[in-house]
């Protein structure tokens, strides 16, 4: 959860957003009596709103705070606007931002962290000073490839098709970043996108020519990247296609199936949503126009002469895999059928390595392209 006193947004917005923060506000009025006299132990974050260091905080000292939210009776996460209080910036000697104190509970001279603040670092500094267990959920890797100044330019303009989110550590409000395409208002967020934006980059795990990334505007090693393209409001998403550094707008629907049909059109690949291959993976246009003279009830062997001289001059693999399949139907009318079951079968148990699901996918797909023959084939022995 994005802690919304770290936003830049006008009265407005403020006045219409609502969130629960694992954060305690402290102010002169309630500052001794939950730090200083509770007789439990803090830490005290003394940050500024317009600080940008801060901003990058907000979000890792909330998860923080959550972590420790089962044990809030013995321990207090707790933060200070120390631009709008500034007097108790003074009385602890405050002199930049953030600025981190642990308090005992009991007296008024803090200890100042100077520890890294990452997630894991503030945790570990928690823990050791009070004792408390708490369970950690362990985190899977990114599918989602942060890009920096440099990674950018090795990325984009490149080999690969790449749909980029600008964000920003503090973008959490949706009604101070909704976004205005044609008639329609876009009510989105870095938070809500987040999500559905890694996603979006697991679908396309599998895909090699295929890259989701994210850019955080503000970070020092990347906020060039998003002052070169222009980025004025977050989260921001552009198109780069292969070969090019020219971004295309993207301005459609931010859900998962909106992004990967989104994708599909502009990377010619055949992705559904949930990472799966849809029905026409693996299918070549001019070798299904051979297939169908094959179902018409040509003679197998100029189709299969047809079909060899046209897979010679196709770079895809599954090519010989239409030949192969010819090949079979040549010795058993049942092949297509037989092989079909036998597929459907192994990708029913699970179990297979994504590229073997997507291999078997589509060699399905093929085989299914023949069903009609040996349906025509079965209606005749019937007859």
């Known amino acids: 959860m994005v802690n919304f006193n770290y936003l830049l947004v006008t009265p407005l917005a403020i006045l219409g957003a609502s969130a629960v923060s694992s954060v305690i506000d402290l102010i002169p009025g309630n500052f001794d009596s939950i730090v200083l006299q509770s007789g439990k132990p803090a830490l005290v974050e003394f940050f500024a709103p317009w ?7 907000a979000p890792v000292y909330e998860e923080l705070a959550q972590a420790f939210d089962a044990a809030k009776d013995s321990v207090t996460i707790a933060k200070v606007d120390a631009d709008a209080e500034k007097d108790l910036g003074r009385r602890f000697g405050v002199q930049g931002f953030p600025t981190l104190k642990w308090f005992d509970g009991k007296s008024d001279k803090p200890e100042e962290y ?21 369970k950690t959920k362990k985190v899977a890797p990114s599918a989602v490839e942060m890009l920096t100044d440099r990674t950018f330019n090795e990325q984009v303009g490149r080999d690969k098709d790449v749909l980029v989110a600008f964000t920003a550590p503090w973008c959490g409000r949706k009604s101070s970043h909704a976004l205005r395409t044609g ?13 559905t934006w890694e996603t979006l980059a697991q679908d396309f795990a599998s895909e090699p020519s295929v890259l989701i990334a994210k850019v955080d505007a503000e970070a020092e090693n990347s906020k060039a990247t998003a002052q070169s393209q222009e980025v004025k409001s977050y989260p921001t998403i552009k198109f780069f296609p292969k070969g090019s550094t020219t971004a295309e707008p993207y301005e459609g629907g931010r859900t998962e199936s909106a992004l990967v049909e989104f994708i599909n059109a502009k990377a010619g690949t055949q992705r559904a949503p949930g990472g799966t291959l849809g029905p026409k993976a ?14 018409a009830g ?12 046209a897979s010679n001059g196709l770079n895809d693999k599954y090519a010989q895999y239409y030949v192969k ?4 139907l040549g010795n058993s009318q049942q092949y297509a059928e037989k092989e079909l079951a036998r597929l459907e079968g192994l990708m029913k148990k699970g179990g297979l390595a994504p590229q073997k699901s997507d291999d078997l996918t589509s060699r399905a797909n ?4 023949f069903s009609s023959k040996e349906d025509a084939t079965d209606e005749k022995s019937e007859l």
């Open 51 to 57: 600080c940008g260091h801060c901003k990058k905080l």
């Open 282 to 295: 693996g299918l070549i246009e001019s070798m299904d126009t051979i297939v169908k003279k094959y179902i």
């Open 325 to 328: 399949v010819f090949e079979k």
């Open 183 to 195: 008639n329609q208002l876009m009510k989105t967020d870095c938070k809500s996108l987040a999500p």
């Open 298 to 309: 040509e003679n197998i062997n100029s189709i299969l002469s047809e079909a060899k001289k």
């Open 114 to 134: 100077n520890g890294g603040r990452d997630l894991e670092s503030l945790t570990d500094f928690v823990k050791e000073k009070t004792g408390i267990k708490i």
């Open 366 to 369: 093929i085989l299914r392209s």
